[in-house]
Structure formats: structure tokens, C-alpha cells
């Protein structure tokens, strides 16, 4: 599929990228204020953040808005406070990309380490949750908004070492699917992007002895990104897409 949109697709658009200052999440940042939209940078690394800050605000497109917010350590607190001064800043939110994510350790199932499963899951899942529930009334104050979530091709089908990282994104997708089962009557759209083997930090850890210029870069696979939070994706709910091709 051709994923085109009109070049101010996001004009007046408030959208949210989780994991906003490097690899897809930076990307997507920088695709969604390039078609109009107001974004909302949150990330861990503030340094991160102000480069893509800098970097927007040097096209002229939206000035953006930094969040910094380590997801590991973050409460159901922290993502209402968040809610609250979005709300003051914005009155609304038309859509949050939650593309943050952490690999972990791939290791045998056996030798899962349960530390490092517990931060896999409170990154990838449970403070994705946290954040979506705090976020869905400034979502439902807007005429059209849009939630998307990131899995993985081993979030659809299980792959030997993947363990916690694998386990998380078969339960992001789960969660993906209640949300926009439970969204079906309202104007919130809920979907899921697999990017697939995309050229990245993440990526490289993964697969160390991997040739980086093999890959799909950020800017390749974005338009998937940007058509979901677009008037043009409108018709898209429930699904998990694939950004794409099996490699
Ligand atoms: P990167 O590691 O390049 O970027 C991940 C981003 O998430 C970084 O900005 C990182 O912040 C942020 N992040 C990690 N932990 C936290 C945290 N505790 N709190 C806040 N932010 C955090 O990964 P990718 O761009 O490759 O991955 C983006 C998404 O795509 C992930 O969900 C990943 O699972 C998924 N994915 C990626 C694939 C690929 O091939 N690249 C394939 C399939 C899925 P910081 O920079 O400060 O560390």
C-alpha cells in the first residue's frame, strides 16, 4: 500500500512520540512536525531531546514541546501530572505514537533474568498502559484521534531468545487490540506498526554482526507512521500493520 498523505496532513495537530530522540521515534517526530503537527517530545535523554527540538524548530514547522520522562521509574502519577499540563498547554491531544521501547537481554528462556524482565515489561507494557489510560480523556476531547502502538515481528510469532522482549510485544498487541475494541464507538483510532529490521541503535544490539546498509532507515518506513495519524488513515482501527516487507 501507498501510504500518501497531503503535505499539511497534521496542520493543527497535537501529537505525542514516546522515544522522541533517537532512531523511529526521533524520525517520526520530525516527519509529524514537517506535515504540521505540534509534537510532543518524550524521552529519557534530554540532550536527545533539544537536538530534535533544534531540529524542528530550524524548518520553521511547530515549535514542540519536551517531556522528559523516564518510563522505567515513572507512576500512574507522573503520566497524570503530564495529562494535566498537556491539557493546560494544548486542551487536547489528537495523537500519541507510543514507539519507546526496550530490548533487554536476549537470552535462552531458561536463563531469563528476572530484573531485566521486569524493566522490559514496565518500559514496553505497563507504563504504556499507564500512560494511555492517562491520556485517553484529553484523546477523547479531540474530533479525531489517533493511538499507535509498536510491536515487533516476534510480537506475532514467538522466536527462540526473544524471551521478555517477544513476551512484551505479543501483550503490546493484545493491549492494542482490547483498547480498540473498547474504542469502537468513539472518533479514537488504535493500531499497531511492526517497522521490521529498521536501522537503529535497538537494531544494532539485536544483531551486532548485521550490515547496518542492509536495513530500511527511519525516513524509509515513516510514511506508514504519518498515514496513521493522518485525516487520510481514518478508516484504519484495530489493525497491526507492517511497515514493511518480511526481510
Ligand atoms: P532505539 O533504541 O533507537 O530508540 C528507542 C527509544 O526509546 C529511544 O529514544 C530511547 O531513549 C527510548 N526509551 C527507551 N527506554 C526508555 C525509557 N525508560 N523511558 C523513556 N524512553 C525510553 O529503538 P528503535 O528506534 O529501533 O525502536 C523504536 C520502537 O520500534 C521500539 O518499540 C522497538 O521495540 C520497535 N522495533 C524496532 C525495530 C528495529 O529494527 N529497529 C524492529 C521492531 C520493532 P534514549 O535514546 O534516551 O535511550
Known sequence: MDYQVTSDALQGRVILVTGAGAGIGRQAALSYAE?????ILLGRTVKKLEAVYDEI??????QPAIIPLDMLGATRQHYLDMADTIDQQFGRLDGV??????????????????????DVMQVNVKA?????????????????????????????????????YAISKFATEGMMQVLADEMSDTKVRVNAINPGGTRTSMRASAFPGEDPDTLKTPLDIIPLYVYLMAPEGVEVHGQCIDAQPKR
Open 57 to 62: 524548530t530550524a524548518t520553521g514547522a511547530p
Open 128 to 164: 504504556t498502559m499507564l500512560m494511555t489510560q492517562a491520556l485517553l480523556p484529553l484523546l477523547k476531547k479531540s474530533d479525531d484521534a489517533r493511538v499507535v502502538f509498536t510491536t515487533s515481528t516476534v510480537g506475532h510469532q514467538g522466536r527462540a531468545y526473544w524471551g521478555s
Open 97 to 118: 505514537l507510543h514507539n519507546a521501547g526496550l530490548l533487554g537481554v536476549l537470552s535462552p528462556f531458561d536463563q531469563i533474568d528476572e530484573k531485566s524482565h521486569d
Open 35 to 39: 506535515k504540521g503537527a505540534t509534537v
